[in-house]
């Protein structure tokens, strides 16, 4: 059996937004050494009576093929990168994700307004994404954003699952030449849970040293964790903000915690979200298994 390429899958729908995150994969695709490929998803529509959808359906996926053909030529040109292109019917976030299981893909990359939706996908839909992606996703949000990665925002918490955000931030900064820039928020003054934070913050410090990724370390008091990212991403002038996507892992299939949904829609900044894999306890300190 043929092995597949390593694959990032860029959704576009020809918006601007898209686009800009078709021009963020850039980087990512040449360091990883991945093929792009475009996806674009036609909505199934009802309104038109059948003899006139099947016709209008078959002269608008050829219209959208050529467009998608061209776009991917462009981007080849351009970047040098391999490019693929893919046409799916049904419900866009469905599409995304069977997409990405197909392919086996390492990232989707992926535009987003942050709700206010200038196409379909781009807003509501890339929460659904998120939630239940095989693969991490980027979501790009704003208009301009400086090439490569010099700084990686990791909020670090008591969570079990922070080891596979440390890897994967471990990872991209290998990649980029990164710092990873550790944060935790204290929204306690509880001296245990201080004290704890405190240990896992050096811990997770030392780990990543140990991999030759340049780390600082910040604490940073507050009762708004998500506000607080944020916040201190924007001052440092941060790249890429890295975040898991569940905080209760009972619920995994169905929520992405309230915090990683303030920070996907109230940055500019690219955030790399990651689906942790689901385990029975979920309480233990980041390096304590």
């Not at 992606?133 to 490569?148: A, D, E, F, N, Q």
């Not at 008591?158 to 994967?168: A, C, F, I, P, R």
Request: with cysteine; net charge positive.
């Amino acid at each position: 059996m043929a092995v597949l390429r390593n694959h990032i899958l860029v959704p576009v729908d020809f918006s601007e937004q898209s686009f800009i995150a078709l021009g963020q994969s850039y980087n990512l695709a040449r360091l990883t050494k991945a093929t792009l490929t475009l996806l674009y998803v036609i909505e199934e529509s009802f309104q038109l009576p059948i003899f006139k959808k099947k016709k209008e359906d078959k002269s608008m996926e050829k219209k959208i093929r050529k467009e998608l053909e061209k776009l991917a030529h462009d981007t080849t040109e351009k970047s040098g990168i391999k490019v693929e292109t893919m046409i799916a019917r049904g419900k866009v976030y469905e599409e995304i994700q069977k997409a990405a299981r197909k392919l086996k893909c390492s990232f989707i990359v992926m535009g987003t307004s942050g709700g206010s939706g200038i196409k379909k996908f781009i807003g509501s839909n890339s929460l659904r994404v998120i939630r239940e992606s095989p693969c991490p996703v980027i979501t790009i949000r704003g208009k301009k954003h400086r090439l490569g990665c010099k700084h990686i925002v990791l909020p670090l918490d008591l969570t079990k699952e922070t080891k596979e955000k440390v890897m994967k931030g471990i990872e991209i900064a290998r990649l980029f030449g990164s710092v990873i820039n550790l944060i935790t928020v204290l929204t306690s003054d509880d001296e245990f849970i201080v004290n704890k934070l405190k240990r896992q913050m050096d811990q997770v410090h030392d780990f990543i040293k140990q991999h030759d990724v340049s780390c600082s370390v910040e604490y940073i008091h507050g009762s708004d964790i998500s506000d607080e990212v944020v916040k201190y991403a924007r001052k440092i002038k941060s790249d890429l903000i890295l975040i898991m996507t569940q905080e209760e892992m009972n619920w995994t299939n169905m929520f992405i915690s309230s915090e990683a949904q303030e920070i996907i829609n109230g940055t500019d900044i690219p955030v790399l979200s990651i689906r942790p894999v689901v385990r029975k306890n979920t309480t233990l300190s980041v390096f304590e298994y």
